[in-house]
């Protein structure tokens, strides 16, 4: 499978393209770097389980360790309900895509707009499009997708990798935020 | 009304001047106006004339664009890259871009409406003739063309008024695509507001469209009780003789029926159809039966069922030929936009065109005389059932695992498929015997058939697909209430008011495609949802079909559970697509009949009165059509948001509010003329949600006014809260924004909500009698 090819065959962006996050410590410097994070959580993370393991619970983790706020779309905050964490807020992705390209919004706490906005977990085309109008829109504002497929329009993106290699990154980049 | 077209014939004539004999004047047009209501500011508008109220609009919900291309293509200077500020050759911006597309898409869609308004209109006038009066209910419907009578000024009564609105709607969408040539306009909203205009004309075009067919071919008329017509593949009785019509425009069909039943041949025949002329065709006849929405035309062709197929115009497979050949089934195209390439034997006898079908000598014939159409497809699938084998494409059992074993697992299916589906572990499993992931995928699958043009094994892998859910369609036995056209007036004024106060929390429509994100029963489950909520639910085209698609635990589908009639928990089924203009319709009636507002020529009061008061959301769930976004388009101008599903991002923009900014959300009180807090209400224009639980959330949201009283809002707040806990889980965090004052608030939710309110330092305010406009202040103040 091509590793940086779009996902969907189709949907081909550029000229400028996502780098590719080819091993976990890229994605932890960035957002090591990041001076406010945000991470935007859809409805697809419940999908993912890998040796037992959901991958909502690795997301729950990086937002614990690195302090970063959660946005959960969709009906996401169901499942981070019933594991005890509480989403800085609940916000339809268009929405929460909305006041990130807003360079003059306050943010969730009223400090200030995100420098660094973490995607995982919306349906692909959705995602695609969305990171578009942030790549076009938003040009002050770093994008990471933390799927395991190529998401050509965000600022930094996996390349199409297997769950259990997804899975194995998402833990590295954990990991290494708890350093 | 004004008559296009007058002719003036005088045998003899002597005068001063001359003495004529056999004179015959045409004139272009007489004005003959016997409406009493003056006429309001704004007759035929042109493409400025609601600049000013577009823009209160677009600044409110602010387009946020979504390029789904970073360039542009469409003249030689480029490709241009157009990738964050950069301009393209022309100068042009990436927003200005994004809008200048949409105007494309909603030009397209218009310019669709319109002409097949046109071409139904014309065979309409060739057989019925000028003056068939407009007849859409008797004494039940007395504002027969809302949109007709709001737009253009005029009060259609007889079938030939309606050409001049088509003239002016063909003008208008010719004028609205100029406006995308290289080097005309070059801003943003500008391009959008012509985007609202587009759509204004369109649901002009497509009240044309339907009032012309429902008052000449014995449609329903505004019947609540309409009939009820099968629906699904179960249906179909196959020791018949099957005829298949796909799309859009009805008279081909109607003359099948015709032909049938001049031959006594009804009963033996089953004409099937798929798409909106389905739809059509059980209104003009309820024993014809719907197959499916668009999504079914491959299920359905490669089934081997239908022994001929009769295709119009609009959303109609382009390679149907190619499956009609493959099936051995005549292809009969009717329409002068979708001649597929077949030879023109429209002026050949009916004799010699069955007799090339049965003896297969032809394939395939393109006939524009529906009166032939009907001969030909009649006869024709009468002889070819009894020598044609019905076997179809689709594999066997057997075959289906031994075509899975081929699978090399590229995963290039599932990157093709639009909702990402899991198509390579079920086939693998299939190749090990184990067929019930490709039945599952059934459901979801939107019948595109992209995952067989990238399999590099030559898979025909949406046959799989189907071949494994052959007992789920043997069991696709569902009940459709045949579309029953518009809204009644005593309807209207019975609803008006408890849905202006909001006692009514709402009128959600169902519309357009099925490109759904999770599978056609998501629309049934949200339709029967907000009916048993008491909202009314409308729907038409494809999701109508869909609503119908589904039982519930008694068994009983969405129309067979809920009634046809415009109150609360009804589930009305316009029609087709073109039916959608008695939605927007219902909307502009209650501010007509209902509230008494000058109808005439008067949009701007009109939209602004519907905006602030009607609370109507539109849900496209599986909107794939550019005639989806020119709807979209023409309810957004009325003030009306919309839903669509993940897909809907890839229109290439949103309308969205920012409920956390105050001063986007003030309104003038009509009473005073202060400025006051209006709310977040409606939030967005345009929305598109991640799932149909956030979608039915937002619907619930979206029906709010300002103008709700504390009954009404608190009914809305109940069923937004209810929903929100339901389906995403705990309180949501905008109630203080929502509540107006401590009657707002519902009785069972209090203790919470005035602890959330508390805590966000709330305040009561007053409700005002709300307005966008400066000069519908009463008193003038501002």
Known sequence: MPMNDSWQTAEIPGPVKASRIIKPEIADALIRRARRPVIIVGHGILEYEVEGRKLIDSIIELARKGEIPVVATASTNREFMDRGFAPAAILPAVDIANRLKDHEWKGLDGKGNYDLAIFVGLPYSMEWTILSGLKHFAPALKTITLDCVYQPNAGWSFPNSTIKDWAASVKGIVDHLGE | MGRKGVNIKIGELLSDLAHFRDLS??????????????????????????????????????????????????????????????????????????????????????????????????????????????????????????????????????????????????????????????????????????????????????????????????????????????LGMGTVDTTRPVILVIGHNVPPSAAIIDYLRAEDLLTGVEVTGICCTAIDMTRYSAKAKIIGPISWQLRYIRSGVPDVIVIDEQCIRADTILEAKAIHAPLIATSEKNCLGLPDRTLDSPDAIVDDFVSGKETGALILDPDKVGEVAARTAIAVSKTRKRSGTLPTREE??????????????????????????????????????????????????????????????????????????????????????????????????????????????????????????????MSMEFARRRYIVCT????????????????????????????????????????????????????????????????????????????????????????????????????????????????????????????????YDARTGEKVYGGPVPEHLFFAAETKEEAMVMVAKLTMRPNDTSKGRAIKLTNYIDLHKRLIGGMPDDIHRLVRTHADIPVTMKSAIETILAEKGWDEREIPDPTLLAHMVRKTKV
């Open chain 2, 540 to 667: 038409s085209g494809c999701s109508a079909i869909s609503a119908g698609m589904h039982r519930d635990e008694e068994g009983k589908t969405a129309y067979e559970r809920y009634p046809g009639s415009f109150e609360a928990g009804g589930i009305v089924n316009v029609g087709s697509c073109v039916a959608n203009a008695h939605i927007a319709g219902a909307a502009v009636k209650i501010a007509s009949i209902f509230a008494k507002r000058p109808l005439r020529g008067n949009y701007e009061e009109i939209a602004d009165y519907v905006h602030n008061r009607v609370g109507a959301v539109g849900v496209a769930w599986g909107a794939m059509s550019q005639k989806a976004a020119s709807i979209a388009a023409g309810f957004w101008r009325l003030g009306i948001p919309v839903v669509v599903g993940p897909h809907g991002t890839k229109y290439r923009r949103l309308l969205l509010g920012r409920a956390d900014q105050d001063e986007g959300w003030y309104v």
């Open chain 2, 25 to 230: 004047i045409t004139v272009g047009s007489v004005n003959a106006d016997t409406w009493a209501e003056p006429m309001g500011p704004t007759p035929f508008p042109s493409l400025t004339s609601f600049r000013n109220w577009d823009r209160v609009l677009l600044n409110r919900y602010k387009p946020f664009y979504l390029p789904f291309c970073d360039l542009c293509c469409l003249c030689t200077y480029g490709k241009c890259d157009l990738t964050g500020n950069k301009r393209g050759a022309c100068g042009i911006s990436m927003a200005a871009q994004q809008s200048r597309t949409v105007l494309i898409t909603a030009c397209i869609g218009a310019a669709t409406h319109c002409s097949h308004a046109r071409e139904l209109l014309t065979h309409l006038l060739e057989t019925f003739g000028r003056d068939l009066p407009i007849d859409l209910g008797g004494t039940n419907i007395e504002v027969e063309a809302p949109l007709i009578r709001l737009v253009c000024g005029i009060k259609p009564e007889v079938l030939g008024d309606l050409e001049q609105v088509l003239d002016y709607c063909e003008n208008q969408v010719t004028q609205l695509l100029a406006v995308t040539h290289t080097g005309q306009e070059g801003d943003a909203l500008d391009f959008e507001s012509k985007v609202l205009h587009a759509g204004t004309i369109d649901l002009v075009g497509m009240e044309v469209a339907d009032i012309a067919q429902v008052s000449a071919l014995g449609f329903p008329k505004a019947d609540a009780d309409s009939p009820l017509a099968d």
């Open chain 2, 400 to 525: 289906l695992i031994a075509l899975a074993k081929k699978c090399t697992q590229c995963v290039l299916c599932r990157r093709g498929c639009p909702n990402d589906l899991p198509i390579p572990q079920a086939i693998k499993a299939a190749g090990q015997g184990d067929l019930s992931g490709l039945d599952e995928l059934y459901d979801d699958c939107v019948g595109c058939g992209r995952c067989e043009s990238a399999c590099p094994q030559g898979l025909a892998v949406h046959s799989l697909i189907v071949s494994a859910a052959e007992r789920r369609i043997r069991e696709e036995r569902y009940t459709i209430r045949t579309g029953r056209g518009a809204i009644q007036d005593i309807e209207i004024r019975e609803v008006g008011g408890p849905i202006v106060l909001g006692e009514i929390p709402g009128v959600v429509a169902f519309v357009g495609c099925a490109n759904f994100p999770r599978g056609a029963r998501e629309v049934a489950e």
